[in-house]
C-alpha cells in the first residue's frame, strides 16, 4: 500500500513539519469532519489521486511557509498577472491588513503533477496562519488555516460532500470573477472588505491571465424621484425629469424603472439623456391600446442603453416622456436609475525598496522618497508598508505630501508584536482624508520613528497608489 503519493505526504511531515490539511474530526476542540483542502494539496488528500501513483503538488501556502518560493509576487497592486503551472517557487499573495491572514492564488491546470486533479484552473486559497483545518465553520473566530475559495459556492470541501469537483476552480470569466460582492467572496474572516478582485481570467493553460485590484470593482449609484407630472396631451415637447447624480466615474451598465400612468402607451414616447446629452428611446410607441408603462429597461435587456456605457454620469439624467397622439393622457408617476459604474480616474504609483535600518530611539528616525511624475488633485490614496521590526509599539510612521501635509500611519501601537506590514487606506486610517484635494505631482515621504529603546528593524519597502 505504500504508494509514491502516501510516500510524499509522510515525508512532508517529516522533512518539513507540514500539517495535515484534511479533517481528523478530532482536533482544535472541533468534533466535526470536513474535507479541509481535499484533493487540492499532498497534505490533504492529494496523496490519493491515481491510486497515489500522481499525488497533487503542494499547496502554496505551505510551500510559502516553509520557505520554498524565492519569488513573491505581491498582488496588492492593481493589475494584470500572469501564472504559471508548475511554477512552485513562485507565489502570488495578496495581503489584507491583518499580518496572518491573505490569499494566495495558483495556476491549478491538470498537467504535471496536477494532472489528477478533480477540475482545472485558477486556484484562490484563503489563508489564515493561525486557522485551523479542524474548523470548517467559516466564522471569524474558527475558520481554516487554509481553504479553497470553491468557485461554485457549494463549501462542498467544507460540509464534507466530497473531496474536490469539476466546479472548484476559476475557468475563462470575462469581467469580474471574485469580489466582496460575490459568491464565493474575498472578504475577510471577520467580513470586511479584503479589497482584492479578480477579473477577465483566461481559459485553463500553461499561463493563466487575469486581472487584479481595483483596476476592476465596480460600484453602483442610485436615484428615483416621484415626479408626479401630467404628460400634456398631443405635444411633441413633452415633459422631463431630472435626477442628480453626485458621483464621479463612467458608466458600465445602468438600469432605468419607469412608471407611467396612461389609457394608451401606444402615444407615448420615453427616453434616458446622459448629463452629456446622449439620448437612448426606452419606448417608442408601441404596446397600442394597452393602459400604464410600468417597467425596468436594463442595459442587459434593451440594447439600446449600452450606447451610454463609458458616459460620465455625474450631473443631471432626464427621463424626457411625450404623449405624441390626441385624446389618451396620462401621468409620469416616478422612476428610478442604478448605475454601475467603474472610476473614471488615473492611478499613479510608486514603490520603492530603501531596506534603510530605522536608528533605535531617535526622534529624527529615517525618510524615503517616492517622486510622482503626474499631476492631479488627490481623490482617493493607499500607502503599503514592510517593515521588519521586533515591537512594533516602537514605531511612529507618517506620509508626508509634496505639500509638506503629513498624516500619522501607525501611532505606537500593537505592543510587541514583530513586524510592519500594512496598507493603509481610507477605510483602515479616516486621517488621510486630509490629503484628498492635494497636487499629487513631487516627492511623496514616507517618515519612520523608533522612539523607544532596544528593539530595532528596517524600512524594507513601501509603496503608494494615488487616485486622481
Ligand atoms: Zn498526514
Not at 25 to 45: I, N, Q, T, V
Not at 313 to 332: E, H, K, M
Not at 344 to 358: C, K, W
Not at 435 to 449: A, E, F, M, T, Y
Amino acid at each position: 500500500d505504500l504508494s509514491i503519493g502516501t510516500f510524499c505526504h509522510e515525508s512532508g511531515h517529516l522533512l518539513c513539519r507540514f500539517p495535515d490539511l484534511y479533517d481528523y474530526g478530532s482536533r482544535d476542540g472541533d468534533f466535526e469532519k470536513s474535507a479541509g483542502m481535499g484533493y487540492y494539496c499532498l497534505m490533504s488528500a492529494g496523496n490519493h489521486l491515481n491510486n497515489g501513483r500522481t499525488p497533487a503538488s503542494i499547496c502554496g501556502y505551505l510551500r510559502d511557509l516553509v520557505g520554498w518560493c524565492d519569488r513573491q509576487v505581491r498582488l496588492n497592486s492593481p493589475g494584470v498577472y500572469e501564472s504559471k503551472q508548475g511554477d512552485y517557487g513562485t507565489l502570488m499573495k495578496y495581503e489584507t491588513h491583518r499580518a496572518n491572514e491573505y490569499f494566495i492564488i495558483e495556476n491549478r491546470t491538470q498537467r504535471g503533477l496536477d494532472a489528477y486533479l478533480p477540475d482545472s484552473g485558477l486556484a484562490v486559497y484563503h489563508c489564515d496562519t493561525l486557522g485551523s483545518n479542524e474548523w470548517q465553520g467559516g466564522t471569524r473566530e474558527r475558520h481554516y488555516q487554509c481553504g479553497l475559495l470553491q468557485a461554485d459556492g457549494h463549501l462542498d470541501l467544507e460540509s464534507n460532500r466530497n473531496q474536490g469537483d469539476s466546479t472548484d476552480l476559476f475557468k475563462r470569466v470575462d469581467g469580474v470573477a471574485l469580489s466582496y460582492a460575490t459568491t464565493p467572496s474575498t472578504r475577510g474572516w471577520d467580513s470586511s472588505d479584503s479589497g482584492l478582485a479578480l477579473a477577465d481570467i483566461s481559459e485553463p493553460g500553461e499561463v493563466i491571465r487575469l486581472k487584479v485590484g481595483s483596476l476592476v470593482p465596480s460600484n453602483v449609484v442610485t436615484g428615483k424621484v416621484t415626479a408626479d407630472l401630467l404628460i400634456p396631451d398631443n405635444k411633441r415637447e413633452g415633459i422631463s425629469s431630472a435626477i442628480a447624480i453626485s458621483q464621479a466615474g463612467k458608466v458600465k451598465s445602468l438600469s432605468v424603472g419607469v412608471d407611467i400612468t396612461h389609457t394608451y402607451i401606444g402615444d407615448l414616447q420615453v427616453e434616458l439623456q446622459s448629463p452629456s446629452g446622449k439620448k437612448v428611446l426606452l419606448h417608442d410607441r408601441a404596446g397600442g391600446s394597452r393602459r400604464d408603462l410600468q417597467q425596468t429597461y436594463s442595459s442587459s435587456s434593451t440594447t439600446a442603453l449600452s450606447a451610454l456605457n463609458g458616459e460620465l454620469i455625474a450631473g443631471y439624467w432626464l427621463l424626457n416622456v411625450r404623449d405624441l397622439a390626441s385624446r389618451d393622457i396620462g401621468r409620469l408617476n416616478r422612476w428610478n436609475i442604478e448605475i454601475e459604474y467603474e472610476s473614471a480616474g488615473q492611478v499613479a504609483r510608486g514603490e520603492v525598496s530603501p531596506n534603510l535600518s530605522i536608528p533605535d530611539n531617535t526622534p529624527t528616525g529615517i525618510s524615503s522618497a517616492i517622486a510622482i511624475a503626474q499631476s492631479g488633485t488627490l481623490k482617493d490614496i493607499s500607502v503599503g508598508v514592510v517593515i521588519p521590526h521586533t515591537y512594533i509599539g516602537d514605531l511612529l510612521v507618517e506620509i508626508v505630501a509634496p505639500s509638506g501635509q503629513s498624516v500619522t500611519l501607525h501611532n505606537m501601537s500593537g505592543g510587541s508584536k514583530d513586524d510592519l506590514r500594512m496598507t493603509y487606506d481610507r477605510t483602515s486610517t479616516p486621517a488621510l482624508e486630509a490629503l484628498v484635494g492635494q497636487q499629487i505631482q513631487g516627492n511623496w515621504s514616507l517618515r519612520v520613528k523608533d522612539l523607544q529603546r532596544l528593539d530595532t528593524g528596517k524600512l524594507e519597502k513601501w509603496s503608494l497608489q494615488l487616485m486622481y
